[in-house]
């Protein structure tokens, strides 16, 4: 029986880029965790803040936000 060292190769590297991405996409949905549990006060604060920065020199009379 013959073995393709070739194919064993890019099986391998795919399993260490599979395990990469995992703890990866962990981190991510850490971070996002993180974010959704932080403090409501400040989130209200901090987007008044956007808000009126994206408000803030229009060239449309129309407000981006109701």
Do not use: C, H
Not at 19 to 34: F, G, H
């Amino acid at each position: 029986m013959a073995y393709n060292i070739k194919n064993s190769a890019s099986s391998v590297i795919a399993v260490e880029g599979t395990e990469e991405q995992r703890l990866k996409n962990q981190a991510a949905l850490q971070l996002l965790r993180t974010w959704r549990t932080e403090d409501a006060q400040e989130q209200t604060e901090t987007w008044t803040v956007i808000k009126a920065a994206l408000e803030e020199d229009r060239l449309s009379d129309r407000p981006l936000f109701q």
